[in-house]
């Protein structure tokens, strides 16, 4: 027997003292719900789940941010409404304007409500603004820009952007190999020779025109023509000469071939070989073009050609101020959405005049273009929109999910936690009887000393 050493007593010490560590762990997952309170409890499921709780919070404000997206649509959409009821009440305008019923006294009272409306316009462009952050003043908009000297390839406007993301900067296009052809569909006039129609305005866009005959007089050699533009705007009409050529509206015509009443297509397009660079580097080469209703796309952009096509360089610059929206919890998930300038020079309404009957005519397809401008821009607003709100439910659902999987991790079973520290508590009980026990023992070496 020895009393020096009892290793009974240290046996029950040391289940005891790993035991009373058992209870306190479960004491503190009870009373923190959390499975995992410090790296040592799980590392591994640690570091999982705070990468999870990363993705959990930046999901929740992807989703914040996605609705504040659709707050600030709605509001450029609303403005633009106001703009289309008062584009409309303009084209009424002109409409009443061009009856010769009207005196001038009369058609300066509509000019007068015409101009005011066109000053609200402007007014809502400038205004109209989201968080102190303006939307409709071109400050939102994605857009190029060329000086007229830097146009050396005879480009029919500045390009237009067509991918939001397109990077801003100096662009230069050269053309070459430039060929401009041209093909007709005739029906029954017999004008059906493409090498008789000419483009005679260096200005008109290519694409497809359209030329009407109608009053074919075979003895009078009259008939009377008009030419579209590939925007389907009448461009001219007059009486012609069937005896000959005539110019109607820019284009030549081969009113000699005449010989009936009909229509013909009359397609204009240019190939040849077209490289853009941005500021010096190249980004895309298109050796062997062929345009598409007069336009050619390139590195994001849609250059418009009219007849003048030739090789050269035209110089332009891109301005990206669309707006980012952040609807993702990582780097690279944005939106961009661009929102155009929609004041009244942009819109082509700044100089309408219906003081005459013709200028209220001319009128008319000046508020048709802006009616479709901005229902274009309307249309563009609502399609993000829509998608925003699908964004919105993908990111709730995302986050639910991720959300569970995270808890499984991280919180704790109470469940579990209650019944195992119910039976540590019970064995803690025990081993400290135990250890009382223990410590009784060497008092059996009393026994030997009577």
Do not use: C, W
């Not at 996605?66 to 703009?83: H, N, P, R, V």
């Amino acid at each position: 027997m020895k009393i020096n050493s009892n290793i009974q007593a240290l046996n029950a010490y040391r289940n005891l003292n790993q035991n009373q560590s058992q209870v306190s762990k479960n004491l503190e997952k009870l009373s923190s719900g959390l499975r995992i309170n410090r790296a040592s409890d799980d590392a591994a499921g640690l570091a999982i789940s705070e990468k999870m709780r990363s993705q959990i919070r930046g999901l929740k404000q992807s989703e914040r941010n996605s609705m504040d997206g659709i707050s600030l649509m709605q509001t450029s959409e609303g403005a633009m409404q106001e703009m289309h009821s008062m584009l409309q009440r303009m084209r009424e305008l002109s409409v009443q304007a061009a009856n010769d019923s009207n005196t001038e006294y009369d058609r300066g009272q509509i000019q007068k409500e015409i101009d005011e409306l066109t000053k609200e316009i402007d007014s809502i462009s400038e205004k109209t603004e989201f968080n102190t952050k303006k939307l409709l003043d071109g400050s939102s908009a994605v857009y190029a820009s060329m000086g007229e000297a830097d146009n050396g390839a005879g480009l029919a406007s500045s390009p237009m952007p067509e991918d939001t993301d397109i990077k801003g900067g100096s662009y230069e296009l050269e053309i070459d190999s430039a060929d401009v052809n041209i093909s007709v569909s005739d029906s029954g006039t017999n004008m059906d020779d493409p090498a008789n129609f000419e483009l005679t305005d260096s200005d008109m866009p290519l694409g497809d025109y359209k030329v009407e005959v109608e009053d074919y007089d075979s003895a009078n050699e009259s008939a009377k023509v008009t030419v579209f533009d590939p925007d389907g705007a009448k461009l001219e009409s007059k009486t012609v000469n069937t005896g000959g050529a005539s110019n109607v509206g820019g284009m030549k015509v081969p009113a000699g071939s005449i010989e009936g009443n009909g229509s013909v297509e009359v397609t204009a397009e240019a190939s040849g070989k077209v490289t853009l660079f941005l500021d010096g580097e190249e980004v895309e080469t298109i050796s062997d073009f062929d345009t598409k209703n007069g336009k050619v796309s390139i590195g994001g952009l849609e250059i418009p050609f009219d007849s003048d096509i030739d090789n050269g360089t035209t110089n332009f610059e891109v301005t990206n101020n669309a707006l980012a929206f952040q609807i993702g919890p990582n780097s690279d998930q944005q939106v961009m959405v661009d929102i155009p300038e929609l004041d009244s020079e942009e819109l082509g309404i700044a100089d309408v005049d219906v003081t005459t009957s013709e200028g209220a005519a001319a009128a008319l397809e000046k508020f048709d273009n802006a009616i479709n401008q901005v229902s274009d821009a309307r249309a563009k607003l609502g399609a993000v929109q829509n998608r925003f709100e699908h964004t919105v439910n993908n990111l709730q659902v995302t986050h639910e999910n991720l959300s569970s999987s995270e808890s499984r991790i991280r919180d704790a079973d109470m469940a579990q936690e209650m019944t195992e520290f119910t039976r540590n508590n019970i064995i803690n009980q025990s081993a400290t009887a135990m250890l009382a026990q223990a410590n009784q023992m060497p008092q059996g070496v009393l026994q030997l000393l009577q």
